[in-house]
């Protein structure tokens, strides 16, 4: 298994989530959030670029850009663009990243530093071991799950 950006998002917001979506029980497609953030994206998605399983937002002065609408799970967007990076790293390309926040036009710089890649790397076993589990993690109510698509899912 080969995690994606999203596998990393959703480690750091909800592992049940995580375990859900890599078995492929997918809550999204009605999801109001999951719309606006398409809607924010739009503008950019001629500039994307995809590359193995990730879909970078946009390449801006040869810096990898990811769009955020909120500052609400900053560990997971940092996270998200330390793997756009890692990945272009294993292609020779060395280069960082920049996740713009789009309420209040904050932009935040994302390195790939050694230790980055030596906590990211640990975050892919955690990840790849948790989505091997037979069975999803119990439900942990956290701050996310009030908006979360997967909420009837878990909480019904």
Same mark, same amino acid.
């Given at each position: 298994?080969?995690? =994606?950006?999203?596998?990393? *998002?959703? !480690?750091?917001?909800?592992?049940?989530?995580?375990?859900? %979506?890599?078995?492929?029980? *997918?809550?999204?497609?009605? =999801?109001?959030?999951?719309?606006?953030?398409?809607?924010?994206?739009?503008?950019? /998605? +001629?500039? =994307?670029? /995809?590359?193995? @399983?990730?879909?970078?937002?946009?390449?801006?002065?040869?810096?990898?850009? /990811?769009?955020? +609408?909120?500052?609400?799970?900053?560990?997971?967007?940092?996270?998200?663009?330390?793997?756009?990076?890692?990945?272009?790293?294993?292609?020779?390309?060395?280069?960082?990243?920049?996740?713009? !926040?789009?309420? *209040?036009?904050?932009?935040?710089?994302?390195?790939?530093?050694?230790? *980055?890649?030596?906590?990211?790397?640990?975050?892919?076993? +955690?990840?790849? +071991?948790?989505?091997?589990?037979?069975?999803?993690?119990?439900?942990?109510? @956290?701050?996310?799950?009030?908006?979360?698509?997967?909420?009837?899912?878990? %909480? =019904?």
């Amino acid at each position: 298994m080969t995690p =994606s950006a999203t596998h990393l *998002n959703y !480690y750091f917001t909800c592992r049940r989530k995580l375990w859900l %979506f890599n078995k492929n029980i *997918n809550c999204e497609h009605d =999801s109001d959030l999951v719309k606006v953030g398409k809607f924010y994206h739009k503008k950019y /998605e +001629k500039d =994307s670029i /995809e590359l193995d @399983n990730i879909k970078i937002d946009k390449l801006r002065k040869g810096k990898v850009f /990811e769009l955020k +609408k909120k500052k609400t799970a900053p560990e997971a967007a940092e996270f998200q663009v330390l793997y756009y990076l890692y990945v272009l790293k294993n292609h020779g390309i060395m280069t960082s990243g920049i996740i713009k !926040y789009k309420e *209040n036009n904050r932009l935040q710089k994302v390195e790939l530093t050694q230790d *980055n890649e030596k906590k990211l790397r640990k975050v892919i076993k +955690k990840i790849k +071991k948790l989505c091997l589990q037979e069975k999803p993690p119990f439900v942990k109510k @956290n701050r996310f799950c009030k908006r979360c698509s997967y909420y009837d899912l878990c %909480f =019904s």
